[in-house]
């Protein structure tokens, strides 16, 4: 048995790009998303690779300081959906040893080990970190599975609901001249894109009087870095589309950044500027067109990400319930947890009230720094 550390994405990139390639393993946790996200924040990065007779697993992590000590948390994981490990796990792989030998090799760099948005099991896998204290997450995520045609995957939903709605759209955007919808696949045409992405958020948080969490540099700079990263195993990392109105402008009414991995695709954000067609619900109307296209491409698994939102309640099928992890690493350690548990429950509280809710978001934006 060996756990090392590494400081530098570079000195194990080759095994994790080959490990990455398991169904278990999230697309955050990927070597392209963490080298954009160090790349783009400079972040102080530890990658701790632990082997066990056959079973390797890796931990991509970054150190977060703050008041109550150093935090070793995924790399990333302000705009993930799903945590995981980089796992590879053979009979006879001892979970607690895995666990005392990370948190050894942990204590001179953190005072806690905080693995937040991550499910029990994933990709046939039970998640290796089941050993650490647990809380369940603020939110679930959802998914819709996908069938081999569009008919029979919306027919697991309300079918009449979801074809009036597509039907409504479709007349008010040929009434407006027509529409069109794209895959952004050349890399100029994707950073040009993203930046519209960010004026639609910046202009619809700004009139719901809610902080705008795209607002950082190095936040545009992560996904920038994304939306221009190679293919890899017939995958994307984040894959921008887009519904336009035809016309001179090409306005874009409704943009989704999209990531697949093997049959499995998640979506990582989206926004819509509703001015232009008033009630046509142009975001419904993407979701629809792309889950086309998925279930061409025989995907089976459509996630829509963590959070509890109207319209991913209206498109799926499954609640995958996730949780926070943590485990202290010395005295530090200890009052950090507590810290963060009492945090969770209070974020729970705050979202299980919406009036309150929407006050501390309104009175978030109005911070200097957010």
């Given at each position: 048995?060996?756990?090392?550390?590494?400081?530098?994405?570079?000195?194990?990139?080759?095994?994790?790009?080959?490990?990455?390639?398991?169904?278990?393993?999230s697309v955050h946790q990927?070597?392209?998303?963490?080298?954009?996200?160090k790349e783009a924040t400079n972040a102080e990065t530890l990658v701790v690779e632990h082997v066990q007779g056959g079973s390797r697993i890796i931990l991509p992590l970054e150190i977060a300081s703050g008041g109550l000590?150093?935090?070793?948390?995924?790399?990333g994981t302000r705009f993930s959906n799903l945590n995981t490990a980089v796992a590879h796990i053979e009979r006879g792989f001892d979970p607690e040893e895995f666990l005392n030998s990370i948190l050894q090799e942990l204590a001179d760099h953190a005072d806690l080990l905080q693995f937040d948005k991550t499910a029990l099991a994933w990709g046939g896998q039970d998640n290796v970190l089941l050993g650490l204290s647990r809380v369940p997450s603020v939110n679930s995520s959802f998914q819709l599975?996908?069938?081999?045609?569009?008919?029979?995957?919306?027919?697991?939903?309300?079918?009449?609901?979801?074809?009036?709605?597509?039907r409504a759209s479709w007349r008010k955007f040929d009434a407006a001249g027509g529409w069109h919808y794209e895959e952004i696949t050349d890399p100029l045409s994707a950073s040009v894109v993203l930046n519209q992405f960010f004026a639609q958020k910046e202009a619809r948080f700004r009139a719901a009087g809610l902080p705008n969490v795209f607002a950082d540099p190095s936040t545009k700079s992560?996904?920038?870095?994304?939306?221009?990263?190679?293919?890899?195993?017939?995958?994307h990392i984040l894959r921008l589309h887009v519904l336009r109105l035809k016309?001179?402008?090409?306005?874009p009414i409704a943009i989704a950044g999209?990531?697949?991995?093997?049959?499995?695709?998640?979506?990582?954000?989206?926004?819509?500027?509703?001015?232009?067609?008033p009630g046509a619900s142009p975001g419904e109307f993407l979701y629809h067109l792309i889950v086309e296209r998925l279930c061409k491409a025989r995907f089976r698994i459509f996630d829509f990400g963590i959070g509890d939102q109207p319209h991913k309640?209206?498109?799926?099928?499954?609640?995958?319930?996730?949780?926070?992890?943590?485990?202290?690493?010395g005295a530090t350690g200890n009052a950090a947890m507590q810290v963060s548990r009492a945090a969770t429950s209070l974020k729970r509280f705050v979202k299980e009230r919406p009036v309150l809710y929407r006050a501390l978001q309104r009175l978030r934006s109005k911070l200097p720094l957010r």
């Amino acid at each position: 048995m060996s756990t090392t550390v590494h400081k530098e994405i570079g000195l194990i990139s080759g095994t994790w790009a080959e490990m990455e390639k398991l169904p278990s393993v999230s697309v955050h946790q990927t070597t392209a998303w963490c080298r954009a996200w160090k790349e783009a924040t400079n972040a102080e990065t530890l990658v701790v690779e632990h082997v066990q007779g056959g079973s390797r697993i890796i931990l991509p992590l970054e150190i977060a300081s703050g008041g109550l000590g150093r935090t070793a948390r995924p790399l990333g994981t302000r705009f993930s959906n799903l945590n995981t490990a980089v796992a590879h796990i053979e009979r006879g792989f001892d979970p607690e040893e895995f666990l005392n030998s990370i948190l050894q090799e942990l204590a001179d760099h953190a005072d806690l080990l905080q693995f937040d948005k991550t499910a029990l099991a994933w990709g046939g896998q039970d998640n290796v970190l089941l050993g650490l204290s647990r809380v369940p997450s603020v939110n679930s995520s959802f998914q819709l599975e996908l069938a081999d045609d569009t008919s029979s995957t919306i027919a697991q939903l309300d079918r009449a609901k979801r074809m009036k709605v597509f039907r409504a759209s479709w007349r008010k955007f040929d009434a407006a001249g027509g529409w069109h919808y794209e895959e952004i696949t050349d890399p100029l045409s994707a950073s040009v894109v993203l930046n519209q992405f960010f004026a639609q958020k910046e202009a619809r948080f700004r009139a719901a009087g809610l902080p705008n969490v795209f607002a950082d540099p190095s936040t545009k700079s992560f996904f920038n870095r994304l939306v221009i990263s190679p293919e890899a195993d017939g995958g994307h990392i984040l894959r921008l589309h887009v519904l336009r109105l035809k016309g001179p402008a090409g306005q874009p009414i409704a943009i989704a950044g999209i990531s697949t991995k093997g049959a499995y695709a998640i979506s990582q954000f989206g926004s819509v500027d509703e001015s232009a067609v008033p009630g046509a619900s142009p975001g419904e109307f993407l979701y629809h067109l792309i889950v086309e296209r998925l279930c061409k491409a025989r995907f089976r698994i459509f996630d829509f990400g963590i959070g509890d939102q109207p319209h991913k309640r209206r498109w799926c099928n499954v609640e995958t319930p996730q949780f926070d992890m943590v485990m202290p690493i010395g005295a530090t350690g200890n009052a950090a947890m507590q810290v963060s548990r009492a945090a969770t429950s209070l974020k729970r509280f705050v979202k299980e009230r919406p009036v309150l809710y929407r006050a501390l978001q309104r009175l978030r934006s109005k911070l200097p720094l957010r």
